[in-house]
């Protein structure tokens, strides 16, 4: 059983992909696209070698020895020349964003790239607005903690304004309560920190939300 967070992950994977699963950690994610039948071949990739040796464990384990191959890499240093898709999942915004600067001339080659960075959600947005990528999908979920996942086409272009960076241009038309839940928290976190901090200079993402209250109170 895998955890919500990844489940939303695979869901938004086009079928019958080559995918490249760039910090792999044990392998859950490519055991479970195949136990479902979502892929034909992936990769589980890590830079350290104990995630690596549990994630050969369970795909052995799980009888997918000829299905799901790793390898030890830095972001997509050594990816291989027929993946589909690549997934980056479970980062911070920072280290996603210089594993794809990286590499940028392999991003455009992709099908389609997901990304799940555990904060800041709002600058992996300005970076895919910076190279005019086409966003196909969004999700936002609560699992013990809010995550929101990005589905990506490198190969259309698409272009955001401020409101699309900060909330998301597939989510802000298909609003739910965990999209209201998520940002009525950061609003008030960040109205406390001002009336503690009168001076503190207010944050272009304070006044984003301010603005755009409807959509969440």
């Given at each position: 059983?895998?955890?919500?967070?990844?489940?939303?992950?695979?869901?938004?994977?086009?079928s019958n992909m080559v995918i490249?699963?760039?910090?792999?950690?044990?392998?859950?994610?490519?055991?479970?696209?195949?136990?479902?039948?979502?892929?034909?071949?992936?990769?589980?990739?890590?830079?350290?070698?104990?995630?690596?040796?549990?994630?050969?464990?369970?795909?052995?384990?799980?009888?997918?020895?000829?299905?799901?191959?790793?390898?030890?890499?830095?972001?997509?240093?050594?990816?291989?020349?027929?993946?589909?898709?690549?997934?980056?999942?479970?980062?911070?915004?920072?280290?996603?964003?210089?594993?794809?600067?990286?590499?940028?001339?392999?991003?455009?080659?992709?099908?389609?790239?997901?990304?799940?960075?555990?904060?800041?959600?709002?600058?992996?947005?300005?970076?895919?607005?910076?190279?005019?990528?086409?966003?196909?999908?969004?999700?936002?979920?609560?699992?013990?903690?809010?995550?929101?996942?990005?589905?990506?086409?490198?190969?259309?272009?698409?272009?955001?304004?401020?409101?699309?960076?900060?909330?998301?241009?597939?989510?802000?038309?298909?609003?739910?309560?965990?999209?209201?839940?998520?940002?009525?928290?950061?609003?008030?976190?960040?109205?406390?920190?001002?009336?503690n901090n009168p001076k503190k200079?207010?944050?272009?993402?304070?006044?984003?939300?301010?603005?755009?209250?409807?959509?969440?109170?």
């Amino acid at each position: 059983m895998i955890s919500k967070r990844l489940a939303t992950v695979a869901s938004l994977i086009k079928s019958n992909m080559v995918i490249a699963d760039i910090g792999s950690d044990h392998a859950f994610l490519p055991i479970y696209l195949f136990e479902n039948n979502i892929i034909k071949k992936a990769y589980a990739v890590d830079n350290k070698v104990g995630p690596l040796r549990h994630a050969e464990e369970n795909i052995k384990n799980a009888g997918l020895n000829d299905k799901i191959f790793v390898y030890q890499a830095d972001g997509l240093d050594e990816l291989p020349v027929d993946v589909d898709c690549v997934i980056i999942a479970g980062m911070g915004v920072d280290t996603i964003v210089n594993i794809l600067e990286k590499n940028i001339e392999k991003i455009f080659n992709l099908k389609q790239l997901i990304i799940q960075p555990n904060t800041k959600v709002h600058l992996l947005r300005k970076w895919i607005n910076k190279y005019k990528l086409k966003i196909l999908d969004e999700q936002i979920i609560e699992d013990y903690k809010y995550y929101q996942i990005i589905s990506i086409d490198p190969q259309n272009k698409g272009e955001y304004d401020q409101n699309e960076i900060y909330f998301g241009p597939v989510l802000m038309n298909k609003i739910n309560d965990v999209f209201k839940e998520y940002h009525k928290d950061q609003y008030f976190k960040l109205v406390n920190i001002y009336k503690n901090n009168p001076k503190k200079k207010v944050s272009e993402e304070f006044e984003i939300l301010s603005k755009n209250t409807r959509l969440f109170l």
